[in-house]
């Protein structure tokens, strides 16, 4: 891997990969997921029914699911770092849309353009990631899960902001948050026009090696059923916590603990990543998820409602450490975009058939909690499976 700044590389490699974490942070921390803020706002002032609503993030993550299928064969083209850069650029650009018209098709749009953007930043800047961790292998782990936690930074960013931005000036004030959202995600991706990576890392003429699919199909089968299982959570949560009474201050709170607590993944995770070459890792970690998913079943309580955003947060972002942790243990580094490119189109599946089936369960049911049980069923039976991956003994 070639660095421009190798000095920053040398001395501090955390330090880059916590400025290419801010990829993820504006493409997922902030591009999917603050949808989940103005979700309310937006139902209510545009009509929208609770499938209408799901189609929002089903049209999202579709455009996730192509920029995995597209991000290997751009990243082996123009670079791996231009294409974090190319990714960032419009997933900024996207937001921004939102915050301009209030047509459903042109806000699908704008949907799917975050999600392309979103996923082509996110398979080449985990790959970057699990690069510059080879020259240090006995922090290898933690450097890999920096890189994780800066979806955090954008859900914390976007908790703070938010519900505040709505509180202040009241019902149909959906369209100024993404415009605010947007102007500080432009903020925040300045550091990324800085040349930390060579633009042409990533580029071959030869044909990348082909992977190995079939060995790690349970492993799929479980990342399968993460991708459609968090979503509901992450899509109806707040939409839930208000229903319940929630002030602008409890919703802010509830997406600030998610995002904070997903600081603590580095440190948390990091002896279980590093035990990554089967499934266990994301068994455990899967499995801790699938407990914060279903806290709120509990009832309406702070304590409640805090316990599981922390518990659901911290392991929220692990779980897809831990698929570039088996990958990075598992297949050469030859191979690393395409099996990183394969991991997250199965995530983007599972992600794409979530929200349109919960709402369309919540239509049908006249209520979020079943919602709720689906996703923490779903999350579930994705532990249980991944306990089963063995260590891939081909390599």
């Given at each position: 891997m070639t660095l421009t700044d190798t000095s920053l590389s040398r001395r501090n490699p955390a330090l880059l990969i916590l400025m290419l974490s801010l990829a993820p942070a504006i493409g997922l921390g902030i591009g999917r997921f603050v949808y989940s803020l103005v979700l309310p706002d937006m139902r209510d002032s545009l009509q929208w029914s609770y499938s209408a609503a799901g189609f929002m993030n089903t049209v999202n993550a579709a455009g996730y699911l192509l920029g995995a299928l597209a991000a290997a064969s751009l990243g082996k083209r123009y670079g791996l770092f231009a294409v974090l850069q190319l990714g960032t650029v419009a997933c900024i650009a996207s937001l921004l849309l939102c915050g301009v018209t209030a047509d459903f098709t042109l806000l699908s749009i704008a949907r799917f353009v975050t999600g392309f953007g979103a996923a082509i930043s996110f398979v080449a800047g985990g790959t970057l990631a699990a690069t510059i961790g080879l020259a240090y292998p006995e922090r290898s782990s933690y450097l890999l899960s920096l890189f994780y936690a800066g979806p955090g930074i954008g859900i914390l960013v976007s908790g703070l902001i938010a519900p505040f931005v709505l509180q202040g000036f009241g019902a149909g004030s959906w369209w100024i948050v993404w415009l605010v959202i947007g102007v500080v995600s432009v903020v925040?991706?300045?550091?990324?026009?800085?040349?930390?990576?060579?633009?042409?890392?990533?580029?071959?003429?030869?044909?990348?090696?082909?992977?190995?699919?079939r060995p790690m199909w349970i492993f799929l089968v479980a990342y399968f059923m993460f991708g459609a299982g968090y979503i509901a959570y992450m899509t109806f949560m707040i939409a839930y916590v208000r229903d319940g009474g929630g002030s602008a201050v409890a919703q802010s709170a509830f997406w600030c603990v998610i995002g904070a607590s997903s600081f603590a993944s580095p440190w948390l995770w990091r002896g279980v990543l590093a035990r990554g070459q089967s499934g266990s890792a994301m068994a455990i970690i899967l499995g801790t998820n699938a407990v914060g998913a279903a806290m709120p079943l509990l009832g309406h309580s702070p304590l409640v409602l805090g316990l599981?955003?922390?518990?659901?947060?911290?392991?929220?972002?692990?779980?897809?450490?831990?698929?570039?942790?088996?990958?990075?243990?598992?297949y050469p580094r030859e191979t690393w975009p395409k099996a990183i490119a394969v991991v997250t189109i199965v995530f983007g599946i599972g992600q794409t058939m979530g929200p349109i089936a919960v709402g369309a369960i919540s239509d049908a049911t006249g209520s979020l909690t079943s919602a709720l049980v689906v996703s923490a069923a779903t999350l579930g039976v994705g532990a249980v499976l991944s306990a089963f991956q063995k260590e891939l003994s081909y390599r």
């Open positions: 925040m991706g300045l550091p990324l026009l800085r040349k930390l990576v060579d633009a042409s890392e990533g580029t071959s003429t030869d044909a990348a090696p082909a992977v190995a699919i599981s955003a922390a518990v659901f947060g911290v392991s929220f972002f692990a779980v897809v450490a831990a698929t570039t942790a088996f990958v990075r243990f598992n």
